[in-house]
């Protein structure tokens, strides 16, 4: 089994800006006399941004912002068969809503086609590239494995003229995909497999998202990404831990093609989330596989997901900050992440009162066709929040759970003649249970104390339970979605068998629960797509876009129960 991380310390603001080893690296720079730091956020829109990109973008932005420095959102867009303005566009929706800025410094790697091919052409030239004309298949074979040097290609002693002229022939459009390559002339031999000859440029005849078909030949990323970096003048490129040994290749374009400024590369541990895939290729068959609604759908662990299942960018950053940034990757409980997203809109989610599965409760001495408002706070801890006006009436909805006709041991809601409070309205009883024809509760009847107004008796007396409630002719219907987690396997990227499961046998068949008829107080039935409320008892709630007038939907962030911080040792 992976290694799951708990033991991730408490909330603490000052933790978000604690120094990590790449912090450290950049304040000694700093100090060493480096004027201004760039960094670079380097998503390729060829899917939507998920919570591991959070992580690196709270770290590239968040580098830059503490010192005073820039961050550039660059595109890696190089290969034009998987990209798609779609992505282009839902990343710098997320990026926003994660509460970063790049201003007008957005990018583009297609922006820096006609340079990169100026920079190949320059490597050719200095006799550091050769255009090879093996197929796919064959360049596997003569690349070697880990345990066996690599060939050299009979192409490799091509002349410099001849490799330009194929090179640029291959720019005009006159060879099929696959037909040559250009490879860069290190060395077969090396015992990093990323230094045989890598190639920097291939042929693909399609269709790119912004370049259109201006171009036919398009650069490999361990050739585009540290140009790109140094034409934009970024001085840290920050990255995952599987670069590493691109690192060496990295250093060798920038020395060897000579651009304008000199960047580096440093990796850090990527994140890794138990219960949760968190790769493009694997997030991307969800969605065209239909086992999810689409890439936001609220169990994905994208950034469109989390934000309309509920999460606030605040609670997004924290768990980031809590995380960390390590050298060694590790797998952290899902159960933290739910934990910050809980602690933050338990912060600022005004409370409301929703049945989910009503039973009604009518009130027999409380009068007919009378109604009042009960006066409720939005926030108990937060008098700033203010009140508001809950309307009571005889009949009353309350939640089908909350009532057990041969009450068990240690229940003690409601249940025949006994008495329960109804949370800031009266003391209630039950007195009758009406059943249908099969022997099913249907209703419930009852009494209500007046002198208990607001949930207080005057006498002392006192219930064992409080119960939430909704005046059934105030109501409103709504659907409420909970979700439980996507997958049953707690790893089902495959971390630790490093195997390539199919993961659609690892889902979990009750990962959505999508609740009708759900009874909601009025004012929630006016609430905006996306604003977020505590349901009493239940957990936290958002509106979800799906919501029509009169008929709002509301998916559950989380419940209110938190096991994170029980197996943590917090409570
Ligand atoms: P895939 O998920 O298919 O492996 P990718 O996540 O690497 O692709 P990119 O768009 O290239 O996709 O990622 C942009 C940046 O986000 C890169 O710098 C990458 O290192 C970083 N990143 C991606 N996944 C994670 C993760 N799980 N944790 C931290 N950073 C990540
Ligand atoms: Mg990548």
Redesign the pocket.
């Known amino acids: 089994m992976s290694d799951v991380n708990t033991g991730v310390p408490a909330v603490n603001e000052s933790r978000e800006k604690s120094q990590d080893f790449i912090r450290e690296i950049v304040a000694a720079d700093v100090a060493g006399g480096r004027a201004t730091v760039v960094t670079r ?4 829109p ?2 939507y ?5 959070a ?3 709270c770290l ?1 932005f968040g580098v830059a912002n503490e010192f005073g420095g820039y961050c550039n959102l660059r595109f ?1 867009d190089t290969n034009p068969v998987k990209e798609d303005v779609e992505y282009v566009d839902s990343i710098k929706d997320d990026v926003r809503w994660l509460g970063f800025e790049w201003g007008d410094r957005e990018y583009f790697a297609s922006d820096y086609y006609e340079q990169l091919y100026q920079y190949a052409e320059r490597l050719i030239e200095k006799g550091l590239a050769y255009v090879d004309s093996l197929s796919a298949d064959q360049m596997r074979e003569y690349r070697g494995t880990l345990t066996s040097p690599g060939q050299d290609s009979p192409h490799r002693g091509r002349s410099v003229d001849e490799s330009l002229d194929l090179f640029r022939r291959m720019r005009a459009a006159e060879f099929p995909d696959g037909a040559h390559a250009l490879r860069a002339k290190i060395d077969m031999r090396s015992p990093n497999i990323t230094m045989r000859d890598p190639v920097l440029y291939r042929i693909r005849h399609a269709d790119h998202h912004r370049t259109g078909r201006t171009w036919c030949i398009y650069p490999m990323y361990d050739f585009a990404h540290p140009l790109s970096d140094a034409i934009e003048g970024v001085t840290h490129s ?3 831990l599987e ?1 590493v040994d691109h690192r060496p290749l990295y250093d060798w374009v920038i020395e060897h093609a000579g651009p304008p400024s000199r960047p580096h590369q440093y990796e ?5 989330l138990s219960y949760t895939v ?4 694997k ?1 991307l068959e969800l969605v065209e596989r239909r086992h999810v609604r689409g890439w936001d759908d609220p169990r994905m662990p994208t950034i469109s997901g989390l934000r309309r299942r509920g999460f606030t960018p605040e609670s997004i950053r924290d768990f980031c900050g809590r995380v960390g940034v390590a050298k060694k990757e590790n797998v952290i409980d899902v159960g933290l992440l739910e934990h910050c997203g809980r602690e933050d809109l338990n912060r600022r989610a005004p409370r409301a009162m929703a049945v989910l599965r009503p039973l009604k409760l009518v009130l027999t001495n409380y009068p007919e066709g009378q109604s009042e408002d009960m006066t409720m706070a939005n926030h108990a801890d937060d008098p700033s929040a203010g009140t508001r006006r809950v309307p009571f009436s005889r009949e009353i909805y309350i939640e089908r759970d909350d009532f057990m006709e041969t009450p068990a041991k240690k229940f003690f809601r409601l249940s025949p003649g006994r008495e329960v409070r109804l949370r800031s309205a009266y003391f209630v009883t039950c007195t009758e249970v009406v059943k249908d024809a099969s022997g099913q509760v249907v209703e419930l009847r009852g009494t209500y104390d007046p002198v208990t107004r607001g949930g207080d008796a005057p006498d002392g007396r006192k219930v064992k339970a409080t119960l939430h409630w909704v005046s059934a002719a105030h109501a409103v219907d709504a659907e409420v979605r909970l979700y439980d987690r996507l997958f049953t396997s707690e790893d089902p990227d495959g971390h630790a068998a490093r195997s390539d499961t199919d993961i659609t046998a690892l889902l979990n068949p009750g990962s959505l629960e999508a609740v009708q008829g759900c009874k909601i107080e009025p004012m929630l039935g006016a609430a905006a797509a996306g604003s977020r409320y505590q349901f009493e008892r239940l957990g936290y709630f958002a509106v979800d876009p799906d919501s029509k007038p009169g008929a709002p939907v509301f998916n559950r962030t989380v419940s209110l129960k938190d096991t994170w911080a029980k197996v943590a040792g917090h409570t």
């Open positions: 956020f380097p998503p390729e060829n899917g941004l998920h919570i591991g990109h992580k690196a973008i590239d890696d920050l990255c995952t670069y850090f541990a990527r994140l890794n968190m790769s493009k290729r997030l």
